[in-house]
């Protein structure tokens, strides 16, 4: 045992085997690394990126009723909303300004909101020269809702993201994930 | 001598010491940390840390909010175990109000409360060799925490700042992909921890600078108010997941590890045994997760009505409304401590309620202050080069230190 240890310890044992390691994630077949500029990375759905503001297909104006929760929610108070009337009289926000250099990306607004008409998209890859890019007023906003929530993706969204808490959230059903041992996932 | 060299080091008349700033922008201090050291040539004669740079008044901004929307304030304490965080304010506001999550919820909690800890384990495994000089460990142990934090991308919609808990429960259900994902995780995961323990465990240079680096006595862990990983280096065996069960930590199986030395080496070692059980304890609780509520059906109080009735039912809008607006009314008023186990160590919220919707008074306990504290101890009378080791070993964030 002993002699075994200092012929290991003279043939600098250990770190002949940390370098092979090393060595065999070498080859590029082994490469976990994402190029990433070259390779872009595609959020999954439901990723908390930039906000949208949800356009009404029938009106073709926002869905925002400017009732104000979502402003009230917000914990790094970024969301601005000036009310007023429309010719109708209905109440709508005039101005909705969302400061995104101040987002914490939490997504309690879409959770708050009671008609579901903020939303936040998958994209993140956004930058600019000054803090007024980062001022997103309404106009911004819905356009990034036809950018981001094109067709049908945008009622996805709501019926798998924004619905939450929904009424089977608050009790058992059969639809639950839960564990079915090893064998099932290996022939998938 | 430039005016800058002559502000950062100085020489006293009468003294032969140096004086060092080491930090805030060091590499090695993880985070803004600053350390005054009072060098005689390599050795350390006094050290003396200084913290603040990174204070944003968490607790003083929690005041300002609701309990519901307080809790992303959480994650950016200790910001790379931030479902930890959620998850100890979840429970912390739960006490205060006297609900209980469903089973359910509690085991997905505690599922995702483990991979945060492996993830933040990982980064300190990473960081700490990085310091050392042993740079591969730090390519291998972030493949595998982003594995994790692509998991938390899926089920929450972010990597790292998740906001996934809520009062009462948890925000969505786990899908079956993410369950299967975090069972085959946990499963091959111990292999991942033997190429760790290959390049790092028997490595001669690794060896030479934690074994007997940076001791802390049992008594020294309990006299200066260590707690995680840092005391049970020292050969206490206090873990708040067994002392004060929390969530589903009751339910499941883990061992405890603790060192015997109290040195830098005896806490990597406590912390690579914390990560097999980690992996351990997500493998119990997928297998064991049962089918129920996700949120307390009990408790329409606190959470938010289900969407679905909010415009179609006048009584679930109002109720949306006035919890928005004023917060979840309904705390006793008192005061109420919840200790929970983060990857640090203790993490306490302790809140004062009077019986309005935002805490009255919101103290955090946070162990990377205390564990800062106790760095004079550690490199009081060694070398240089340990300090770094020493600040690596206490695995401290400042986010959560400063608050
Ligand atoms: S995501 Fe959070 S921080 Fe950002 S606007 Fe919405 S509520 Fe405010
Ligand atoms: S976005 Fe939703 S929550 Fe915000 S003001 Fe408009 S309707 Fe209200």
């Not at chain 2, 003294?15 to 350390?35: E, S």
């Not at chain 2, 944003?56 to 950016?76: F, N, Q, V």
């Not at chain 2, 760095?375 to 600040?391: Q, S, T, Y």
Request: proline fraction near 5%; charge should be negative; charged fraction near 25%.
């Amino acid at each position: 045992m002993e002699f075994k240890k200092i012929v290991k310890t003279i043939l600098f044992w250990e770190i002949l085997q940390g370098m092979w390691l090393t060595l065999s994630n070498l080859p590029p077949w082994n490469a976990v690394t994402r190029q990433y500029p070259k390779e872009p990375r595609y959020s999954d759905p439901g990723f908390r990126g930039l906000h949208a503001l949800v356009r009404n297909p029938d009106t073709g104006r926002e869905k925002c009723i400017a009732c104000g929760l979502c402003a009230a929610v917000c914990p790094s108070r970024c969301i601005t909303i000036h009310t007023g009337e429309d010719d109708k009289g209905e109440k709508i926000a005039e101005e909705y300004e969302v400061d995104v250099l101040r987002c914490v990306f939490c997504a309690f607004c879409v959770e708050a909101c009671p008609v579901g008409a903020i939303v936040l998209s998958e994209h993140y890859e956004y930058s600019g020269y000054s803090r007024g890019d980062f001022y997103f007023n309404k106009e911004r906003l819905l356009d990034n809702w036809d950018t981001f929530f094109p067709g049908e993706k945008g009622k996805w969204y709501m019926d798998n993201i924004w619905k939450h808490p929904n009424a089977d959230d608050y009790k058992a059903h059969d639809d639950q994930a839960v564990f079915h041992g090893i064998q099932k996932e290996e022939k998938q | 001598m430039g005016k800058i060299e002559e502000y950062t080091v100085k020489r006293d008349a009468d003294r032969t010491d140096l004086k060092l700033n080491m930090g805030p922008q060091h590499p090695a201090t993880h985070g803004v940390l600053r350390l005054e050291l009072d060098l005689d040539g390599e050795i350390i004669r006094k050290c003396t840390p200084h913290i603040g740079y990174l204070h944003r008044g968490t607790e003083k901004l929690g005041e300002d909010r609701t309990y519901i929307s307080a809790l992303p304030l959480t994650d950016r304490l200790d910001y790379i175990a931030s479902m930890n965080n959620n998850i100890g304010y979840c429970v912390a506001v739960e006490k205060l109000f006297g609900i209980e999550a469903p089973e359910r919820a509690k085991y997905i909690r505690t599922m995702c409360a483990e991979l945060g800890r492996i993830s933040s384990h990982l980064l300190w495994l990473a960081t700490h060799a990085l310091d050392i000089g042993a740079m591969t460990v730090f390519l291998y142990a972030f493949r595998e925490r982003a594995m994790i934090m692509e998991m938390f991308e899926k089920l929450t919609g972010a990597r790292l700042t998740v906001s996934y808990p809520r009062i009462g429960g948890v925000r969505n259900d786990v899908t079956q992909e993410f369950i299967d994902r975090a069972h085959a995780f946990a499963d091959e995961f111990p292999t991942h921890m033997e190429e760790y323990e290959t390049l790092i465990d028997q490595n001669r240079i690794w060896l030479k600078r934690t074994k007997g680096i940076g001791i802390i006595t049992a008594d020294e862990a309990i006299n200066w108010g260590l707690s995680g990983p840092m005391i049970r280096g020292s050969g206490i065996a206090y873990d708040i997941r067994k002392h004060e069960p929390y969530d589903a930590y009751k339910d499941v199986e883990f061992e405890v590890p603790i060192g015997t030395e109290g040195d830098v080496y005896d806490r990597y070692r406590v912390r690579m045994i914390e990560l097999r059980q980690s992996a351990l304890i997500i493998k119990q609780c997928v297998e064991k997760l049962p089918r129920g509520a996700i949120l307390d059906p009990n408790a329409p109080k606190f959470t938010l009505p289900p969407k679905e009735r909010v415009m179609t039912d006048m009584e679930s809008l109002i109720h949306q409304f006035v919890l928005i607006t004023k917060g979840p009314m309904t705390a006793q008023e008192g005061e109420v401590y919840v200790a929970t186990e983060l990857p640090k160590g203790e993490f306490g919220y302790y809140f004062v309620s009077d019986g309005s919707g935002k805490p009255y008074r919101m103290r955090l306990r946070a162990p990377s202050f205390v564990h800062a504290s106790v760095l004079p101890l550690m490199c009081e009378g060694g070398l240089i080069a340990d300090v770094i080791a020493n600040i690596g070993t206490l695995d401290i964030v400042l986010g959560e230190c400063d608050r």
